[in-house]
């Protein structure tokens, strides 16, 4: 059985700032800017809102971040809510963005020309390299790539390996229960022998 899901439709963040946001996201990270509009009235504090902040007349602006996939920021009313931790249960830690080699000098030479502070590129598992950054909102950002990549063929579960027996191995430390333990494993048991 495959997954129901295809990748991600749009990850909605939020900004007090949303022109200072465009001019990171766009101009900083090259993401193009593909739809700017406005939450409909009535659906920011009434009974019909929709999962969105809770603010009439919101900025509701998607930018284009490859492979078919969206990033999207609600403008919240400047001084109407904290900034939030990252670290809180239920936050965003941080977003990664997949990339290729040769994309990854394009965004790191990218946030250099541009002064954005970042880690450069460090290794964080085998065979993966990641750059980690904040954007002017404070959201920890990060684009990963596996250096045998190429732009048109970016393998991202295979940039996570991982055997069945070390899966398991730290999935015991949850529950041991071997119904559980097996239904928790399906990802490794769809897979052919070589590759467990």
Do not use: C
Not at 117 to 123: C, F, P, Q
Not at 138 to 151: C, H, K, N, T, Y
Not at 160 to 172: D, F, I, N, Y
């Amino acid at each position: 059985m495959t997954s129901a899901f295809r990748g991600v439709h749009h990850l909605a963040l939020n900004t007090d700032d949303m022109k200072m946001t465009i001019d990171f996201y766009a101009g900083v990270l090259g993401m193009p800017l593909i739809h700017a509009m406005r939450v409909p009235a009535g659906l920011g504090t009434g009974p019909h809102n929709r999962g969105n902040p809770p603010f009439e007349n919101l900025r509701h602006y998607f930018f284009d971040m490859g492979g078919d996939s969206t990033v999207a920021f609600f403008e919240i009313p400047k001084g109407a809510k904290a900034h939030g931790d990252r670290d809180t249960i239920a936050a965003m830690q941080h977003v990664a963005f997949a990339t290729s080699p040769e994309g990854a000098t394009d965004l790191l030479e990218r946030l250099e020309r541009h002064g954005v502070e970042n880690s450069g590129a460090i290794e964080t598992l085998p065979g993966l390299m990641s750059v980690y950054f904040f954007d002017p909102n404070g959201i920890r950002l990060e684009f990963a790539w596996r250096p045998v990549d190429v732009a048109a063929d970016i393998h991202v579960l295979d940039s996570v390996p991982q055997t069945e027996r070390e899966a398991l191995a730290e999935l015991r430390t949850l529950n041991d229960d071997p119904v559980w333990l097996q239904s928790a494993l399906a990802f490794w048991q769809r897979r052919p022998v070589g590759r467990r």
